[in-house]
């Protein structure tokens, strides 16, 4: 990440690890329930946009608060951060875990949301195309899940992964846990999407294992304004296996 800047803030006590690099309107990328894909791929986004990567608390380089158990908790600890760090209105970008936040986050806040950009969003409750209870998902064969073309994700990994990397994995996936395994869905977060009255645009990979890509039509009902776009040959994570996601959701945010 040469082009952010590490910055430490304590928001009700746990300390919080933000990078931020570019200059421009601001716009806040939240990202999944794992943090191994990093955030380089955002740097095309510096040349028109002040962009702000903050660590979820129990992700990343982020304190823990173990009484987080809801999303909700998360959004109060975003409107917290977002007024320590005097952000009134902004962009804001989601990914899979980080989609479910944005999107509640801009169904509950949107006056401080300009737009808002979802890459293959959780949250949706769908029977036909459930989403992967990647929970169950032993670590070792999660790689497989998350790319169509696994070389694209061997890059960012070290080679021999050590224990204070394998350690961080499994706090994240913890935390995760804690967040997911009593109430994996809110069966009332979509009626609420409605709300969402900014433009949105979605991004999603056709052959994605985790969160099936069907589920983009449920997302397009509920948010009538959103655009959502399909990118082919790309899994979970789009973004990556393909750079053209991310410049389309600079265009649109620009």
Sequence with gaps: MAKFKKEKIKVDGVEVV????????PLVFFHGAG????????????????VIVPYHPGFGESGDDPSFTAMSD??????????????DTFNLVGLSLGGYLAAKFASEHGHRVRKLA??????????KHPTLDFLSVPGEEMLGYLVSNIEVLLKRLPAKPDLDFIGERYRESATTARLLWEHPIDKKFTRHLKRIKVPTKIVWGDQDKIIPVQQAATWKKSVPQADVQIFKG???????????????IGKFLG
């Design 35 to 50: 943090t191994v894909d990093g955030h380089d791929f955002a740097e095309p986004w510096t040349d028109k946009f002040k």
């Design 74 to 87: 998360y959004v109060m600890h975003y409107l917290n951060l977002f007024d320590m760090m005097k952000l």
């Design 18 to 25: 933000v990078y931020t690099g570019g200059k421009g309107e």
């Design 234 to 248: 790309a899994g979970h994570l789009v973004h990556l296996e393909k750079p053209e996601s991310v410049a389309a």
């Design 118 to 127: 979802l890459i293959a969003p959780a949250g949706i409750l769908d029977d």
